[in-house]
């Protein structure tokens, strides 16, 4: 079979890589918000959903060409992996844990990564930009809750992860209806 025959009928992994990194959002940010406290569930998650099944979509992406793709799907794979591992290793006392000004600062970090992203959404379609969007505000809030330690941030940045979850959830949903029943079953705002 051709090199581009074979390209052509490989499955899109954005729908898995939207899924993984929505509902583990979602997740994290409802014990954000207050309802619970990062545990278990969160971090299983983090390392296997958000993290391992991202990371795999990242490599279909590199497959298919898609440099963005692959980028966001790879990186923020290894965020929740990353992210689980924090928790992990001080849980272990196997590192210290993690100061405000030092997580303040990797949020931040990840914040202005997502910021950076968010410009190549503008030539996507409007689903991806939202996730985008709500996304480095996610991390800027996150990042100002961690260095003021103040539980009220980290809880609006809870609400707004929580809004930045669904909307991914969302936009791999109707990629995935839309490709199933090839039409527009949801629309994901083309540019």
Not at 113 to 121: D, Q, R, W
Not at 168 to 188: C, E, F, G, H, W
Request: charged share 10%.
């Amino acid at each position: 079979m051709a090199e581009s025959q074979r390209d052509s009928i490989l499955a899109n992994p954005a729908p898995l890589g939207l899924m993984a990194f929505g509902v583990t959002t979602v997740l994290l940010n409802v014990a954000n918000a207050g309802y619970y406290s990062v545990n278990s569930i969160v971090l299983a998650m983090g390392i296997f959903y958000g993290g391992l099944a991202q990371v795999v979509a990242g490599a279909m992406e590199w497959r298919k060409g898609n440099i963005f793709g692959m980028t966001a799907f790879a990186s923020y794979g290894f965020f929740w992996l990353s992210f689980a591992f924090i928790f992990i290793l001080q849980s272990l006392h196997l590192a210290a844990d993690a100061d405000p000004a030092a997580l303040g600062t990797y949020l931040f970090i990840w914040g202005l990564f997502t910021l950076l992203m968010f410009f190549g959404t503008l030539k996507a379609n409007g689903a991806l930009m939202v996730v985008f969007g709500t996304l480095f505000i996610l991390f800027f809030l996150l990042a100002a809750g961690a260095w003021s330690s103040n539980a009220d941030v980290t809880k609006l940045a809870g609400y707004e992860g929580i809004i930045c979850g669904l909307s991914a959830m969302y936009a791999s949903i109707a990629t995935l209806l839309n490709d199933v029943y090839k039409r527009q079953v949801l629309p994901v705002f083309p540019r």
